[in-house]
């Protein structure tokens, strides 16, 4: 398994991979709106406020994920992990957890001191997520999952409290990913 940077023109590919692992897991519909947050994300996101990672086997993307910032009123370094997938013949083989932990260590080594994700908090607290309350740190968006809300600090042992509104690329400012 190779881990490594996306490149822009894999950009398909990773759509496609969005697409057919939340088509199998969620229903059409879902397939779509993720494969189609993949895409604005690639293609709408200036690049210093994109940080995308692939797993790659004989030259196939198995697994991406990304990072995108967040943005608060204080200067706290912030990144936000989502979307994720995993390509359905390829899970439970811990690849998404390695592919996680790949993009953690490479978040850290450029100085980003805080990272966010929203899921599922069974499987993010296994790559050192905890779940946090918005009074602690605000969510862009209204969450229908507040319990989903997840936070690692790059910099300390615990997350400290962020005060204000925090804000998130185009491409994750809509309500229906939320």
């Known amino acids: ?3 490594s940077p996306y490149h822009p023109n894999q950009t398909q590919e990773i759509q496609n991979l969005f697409t057919a692992v939340f088509t199998a897991s969620e229903g059409q519909s879902e397939g779509i709106l993720i494969g189609t947050l993949a895409y604005e994300l690639i293609t ?13 086997e004989a030259e196939k993307i198995v697994a991406c994920i990304f990072f995108s910032r967040l943005t608060f009123e204080s200067d706290i370094r912030a990144f936000i992990l989502s979307p994720v997938a995993v390509h359905t013949e390829y899970q439970g083989k811990g690849i998404g957890q390695q592919l996680i932990r790949y993009g ?3 978040m850290k080594a450029e100085g980003v001191q805080l990272l966010m994700t929203y899921g599922n908090p069974n499987y993010y607290v296994k790559v050192g997520f905890h779940p946090v309350q918005e009074d602690v740190i605000p969510a862009p968006l209204r969450l229908a999952y507040p319990e989903g809300w997840l936070a690692q600090s790059l910099v300390s042992p615990s997350v400290q409290p962020i005060p204000g509104a925090s804000s998130c690329v ?9």
């Open 104 to 106: 953690i260590e490479q």
């Open 170 to 178: 185009k491409a994750l400012s809509k309500p229906e990913y939320w």
């Open 44 to 56: 709408q996101t200036e690049e210093k406020d994109l940080r995308g990672f692939v797993a790659t």
């Open 1 to 3: 398994m190779n881990l």
